[in-house]
């Protein structure tokens, strides 16, 4: 059995992120929940997540290894008239991926050096209006509007995922879950959901 290091210092503003020793990869990960994200400047440091609807943009230097993962949805539709709607939601979008680039901007990336993979967005429950698919859609468009470029993607199906980001060398393993065991993910996405809905406007791949 290798030596734990000991856990790397985070950067300023991420010490709230839950962050652990994770033995199957032997590395220090930061696990992020909907609404929020993590920036590393640290070598061998992992970002993990669990998507259902929700998309992840993974951003990175790929010069400085510089890089995080963000985890969002759009506010839902609601009663709100169309174009009110999509104010809000194209507001929230893009705060989500705002923050996220300008957060590792500020830790020394640049710009011109950026890289995007993008996962996520399933449609988990049959029954329901396709968020995922809208999710999609505006990290594409984002993506696009900004100029930046996007290596790989693993988006929409059916199914949620698993997600493991390596900023400093970019590698993405997402795997796809056949099943969910329990509801905990399901119940954290609808309350994400509802908070969104009170106040919309705050935030290659290796399959394994």
């Not at 010490?15 to 400047?41: F, Q, T």
């Not at 329990?182 to 935030?203: A, F, I």
Request: aromatic share 8%; charged share 25%.
């Amino acid at each position: 059995m290798s030596i734990r290091p000991a856990q790397p210092r985070c950067l300023p503003d991420f010490e709230h992120i839950n962050r652990y020793w994770d033995r199957n990869n032997e590395v220090w990960a930061a696990k992020i929940l909907p609404g929020e994200y993590y920036v590393s400047h640290n070598n061998n440091e992992v970002i993990s997540t669990t998507l259902g609807s929700c998309v992840s943009a993974c951003i990175r230097d790929n010069v400085f290894g510089i890089g995080g993962m963000n985890h969002f949805m759009l506010p839902s539709k609601g009663q709100h008239g169309s174009d009110d709607w999509m104010d809000s939601a194209t507001r929230y979008g893009s705060y989500a991926m705002e923050h996220l680039i300008n957060d590792i901007l500020k830790a020394g990336g640049n710009r011109k050096n950026l890289e995007v993979k993008l996962t996520g967005g399933g449609k988990i429950v049959a029954n329901m209006s396709d968020v995922g698919l809208r999710n999609i859609e505006f990290a594409l468009e984002y993506l696009k509007t900004e100029n930046l470029n996007i290596l790989s993607k693993d988006l929409g199906d059916v199914y949620p995922r698993k997600v493991l980001y390596f900023p400093d060398s970019g590698r993405l393993l997402v795997k796809r879950l056949r099943s969910l065991h329990n509801e905990t993910l399901l119940e954290r996405e609808k309350s994400y959901q509802h908070e969104l809905e009170v106040q919309p406007d705050s935030g290659g791949v290796e399959l394994f």
